[in-house]
């Protein structure tokens, strides 16, 4: 069974900094394209940014280019977004989602077939 | 940018109707299109993909349909369970990957 298991959130002040970690079982994380997604208290869905299976493509959403950055072990099989400068605007549930294989096609965005239960981040003074 | 265009916001159908949402690319998106699900308080549930494609597990009510700009969700038999806000979301660009903003839907 394919888990996603979002960490990290919290409170932090505007300007603050925070990781979330996305741990993840149930397929072979190494051969898979992945994605965090957020979503503001009673707003829409928003994507934040994608990593390729190898790490060697990164994108960001232009709200969060140059602030966030992420990343993945796949020894470990985690998912990680580092996110500096935090705003009010930031103030969101985070979502770790699975993109689509990639080892064989090279990297294209894609859907999310599997999504973690996410990670609250609240950023207030 | 492409921007992504739902109607409606929302829409109150009764049980058995047959239900449509749209979503509209302000370009050609090929047939990049999903279709997500999120029923209230609940974590967002992929529904199809390729703009056609029902993924597995997904009740056979639910179909998808269109391609280039013009896209359509459709529920050929509203149930109970189906009350959620529908998401489309266009991935044909890896750079602006984009949500829809919504469709409540509620069982009147």
């Known amino acids: 069974e394919v888990q996603l298991v979002e960490s990290g959130g919290g409170l932090v002040k505007p300007g603050g900094s925070l990781r979330l970690s996305c741990a993840a079982s149930?397929?072979?994380?190494?051969?898979?394209?992945m994605n965090w997604v957020r979503q503001a208290p009673g707003k829409g869905l928003e994507w934040v940014s994608s990593?390729?299976?190898?790490?060697?493509?990164?994108y960001y959403a232009d709200s969060v280019k140059g602030r966030f950055t992420i990343s993945r072990d796949n020894a470990k099989n985690s998912l990680f977004l580092q996110m500096n400068s935090l705003r009010a605007e930031d103030t969101a549930v985070y979502y770790c989602?699975?993109?689509?294989?990639?080892?064989?096609?090279?990297?294209?965005?894609?859907?999310?077939?599997?999504w973690g239960q996410g990670t609250l981040v609240t950023v207030s003074s | 940018d492409i921007q992504m265009t739902q109607s409606p916001s929302s829409l109150s159908a009764s049980v058995g109707d047959r239900v449509t949402i749209t979503c509209r690319a302000s370009?050609?998106?090929?047939?990049?299109l999903a279709w997500y699900q999120q029923k209230p308080g609940k974590v967002p549930k992929l529904l199809i993909y390729?703009?056609?494609t029902l993924e597995s597990g997904v009740p056979s009510r639910f179909s998808g349909s269109g391609s280039g700009t013009d896209f359509t969700l459709t529920i050929s038999s509203l149930q109970p369970e189906d009350v959620a806000t529908y998401y489309c979301?266009?991935?044909?660009?890896?750079?602006?990957?984009?949500f829809g903003q919504g469709t409540r839907l509620e069982i009147k």
């Open positions: 390729a703009a056609s």
């Open positions: 990593t390729s299976s190898s790490s060697s493509y990164k």
């Open positions: 979301q266009k991935y044909n660009s890896a750079l602006s990957i984009t």
């Open positions: 370009q050609g998106i090929s047939n990049y």
């Open positions: 989602t699975r993109g689509t294989t990639d080892i064989f096609t090279g990297y294209s965005p894609s859907h999310f077939d599997y």
């Open positions: 149930g397929f072979i994380f190494s051969s898979y394209s």
